[in-house]
């Protein structure tokens, strides 16, 4: 089983639509968790950390569900510069240097 | 400005060839990583060292070789044992040797492919 799994999508939505992508952990001991944002061949980008109380920035939100053991990215009023693909990332309690990702949703925005 | 520089941005390997990818950080950073991506895929974890002069092997450390004889340098050798390695290569770095609630600085990447 994999440590981190993602629903691979694509998720076509049009402009100003709301998208929510969840992302599972297996090991319950996992500490840290994160969102990155990867654009087509290019690095992944922190899009936001997630906290045990939920955290907000701007149009994006983050929940942690520990009880059922995942994570969640809310966009509000999408953009069609959201088009990208968004990994989530845990850090396994038992090794603080690994960072386990998902294999990544894709997001396409349309007009 | 202060960040991750990886070389080559491509780079093409021969069969039975062994290459090198290159990483240089400036922040100091005591943590590196290389990860490797296919379509489609997530990062998995090829090797990691939180030190100089020490490292661990990742999930998928088989035909691959790392040396981190500097701070700032975390060279990557893929190896002819490596039958598949057409793949896009990251590198990473975090702050302290111990990961926790610490985000990953990348860098640019680089695109190997096989001849």
């Known amino acids: 089983r994999k440590e981190v799994e993602q629903d691979p999508g694509p998720f076509n939505v049009p402009e100003g639509a709301t998208v929510a992508f969840n992302c599972t952990y297996s090991?319950?001991?996992?500490?840290?968790f994160f969102w990155y944002r990867q654009d087509c061949r290019k690095e992944p980008k922190l899009l936001m950390s997630v906290y045990s109380s939920g955290n907000e920035d701007g149009r994006f939100t983050a929940q942690l569900n520990r009880a059922s053991q995942y994570i969640s990215l809310l966009i509000r009023d999408s953009k069609l510069s959201d088009s990208a693909t968004y990994l989530c990332?845990?850090?396994?309690?038992?090794?603080?240097?690994?960072?386990?990702f998902g294999s990544g949703t894709k997001l396409n925005v349309k007009p | 400005d202060g960040g991750i520089t990886q070389s080559p941005k491509y780079l093409f390997r021969k069969e039975g060839q062994n290459v090198t990818l290159s990483c240089e950080q400036n922040l100091n950073h005591d943590a590196m990583y290389w990860y490797r991506q296919d379509p489609g895929q997530g990062l998995r974890l090829i090797y990691y060292?939180?030190?100089?002069?020490?490292?661990q092997k990742g999930d998928i450390a088989e035909g691959y070789s790392v040396s981190r004889e500097k701070k700032e340098s975390f060279p990557l050798t893929v190896t002819s044992a490596q039958k598949n390695p057409t793949a896009f290569y990251l590198c990473?770095?975090?702050?302290?040797?111990?990961?926790?609630?610490?985000?990953?600085?990348f860098g640019s990447g680089t695109q190997l492919s096989v001849l």
């Open positions: 090991n319950s001991a996992s500490q840290s």
């Open positions: 990473a770095s975090t702050p302290g040797q111990y990961a926790t609630n610490e985000k990953l600085f």
């Open positions: 060292s939180q030190i100089v002069n020490d490292f």
């Open positions: 990332a845990v850090i396994l309690g038992y090794n603080f240097n690994k960072f386990y």
